[in-house]
């Protein structure tokens, strides 16, 4: 069973930056891909962005050209660097992977921007 660990998250003001951190209990350097997903309050959980084991990466429409997911094998690390962060980017963001066909997910890391 593997355990993830967000963290990073916080308040901020609109136009700011965070980065979140997702330790993971063990190796990620075979895992085919690792995702960021948030839900805000009364919405859906949404996927924000993917990166795979080869360093593609995706994303949401609505965070293009503000974050960026990354990857550290060696740190078993994967990290979401959130740029010109908007109001409507208030969630709580989950890190999540399936490296046996079963998804995991993390705790969550708050992130409130305020106007």
């Known amino acids: 069973q593997v355990q993830l660990v967000e963290s990073g998250g916080g308040l901020v003001q609109a136009g700011g930056s965070l980065r979140l951190s997702c330790a993971a209990s063990?190796?990620?350097?075979?895992?085919?891909?690792l995702y960021w997903y948030r839900q805000a309050p009364g919405k859906q959980r949404e996927l924000v962005a993917a990166?795979?084991?080869?360093?593609?990466?995706n994303y949401a429409d609505s965070v293009k050209g503000r974050f960026t997911i990354s990857r550290d094998p060696g740190k078993n690390t994967v990290y979401l660097e959130m740029n010109s962060l908007k109001p409507e980017d208030t969630a709580v963001y989950y890190c999540?992977?399936?490296?046996?066909?079963?998804?995991?997910w993390g705790q969550g890391t708050q992130v409130i921007v305020s106007s």
């Open positions: 990166i795979t084991r080869g360093g593609s990466t």
């Open positions: 999540m992977c399936s490296p046996y066909g079963l998804d995991y």
């Open positions: 063990e190796s990620i350097f075979s895992m085919n891909a």
